[in-house]
């Protein structure tokens, strides 16, 4: 088909991208891709200043994504995908699995989680204090 040609009416696809539950965003609204949600997390943040690297990249499409919090005091945290049950909007929602646990605590369920999804994306942010940004339910 020709770049400049429509796709007939009957075949069109119309998916609602509004996050917005008043205008129709339901349970099966698309979420932005793990790729685009990644680089869109890392430039913002190493746009504010503060270390943030690709520590793994999984899935482009759905891998769920781990954020490690390292506090450059030698504890780490943990934020990870919250569970999608009773929810219905589209947007990435994180629970704190550790807070402030050693490396090592943080890494073996970094692994853990690797074995048993290798599709998993971890993202890695040198933060001190403060929000690193996330909506957390």
């Known amino acids: ?45 190493n ?25 450059l005091d030698g504890t780490r945290s943990l934020y990870m995908p919250a569970p999608a ?7 990435r929602v994180f629970q704190l699995r550790f807070d402030r646990a050693t490396p090592e605590q943080v890494a073996a369920r970094i692994a853990r989680e690797v074995d048993f999804d290798p599709d998993i994306w971890v993202l890695s942010l040198d933060l001190r204090h403060g929000d690193p940004g996330l909506l957390v339910g």
């Open 1 to 45: 088909r020709d770049a400049g040609t429509a796709a007939p009416a009957g075949r069109r696809r119309r998916y609602n991208l509004t996050l917005d539950p008043e205008r129709g965003a339901g349970p099966h609204a698309p979420m932005f891709r793990s790729d685009i949600w990644a680089a869109a997390f890392l430039r913002r943040n």
């Open 47 to 71: 746009d504010l200043g503060r270390a943030c690297v690709l520590v793994r990249r999984g899935d482009p499409i759905a891998g769920q994504i781990l954020i490690e919090i390292d506090h």
């Open 85 to 91: 049950i009773g929810r219905n909007d589209a947007e």
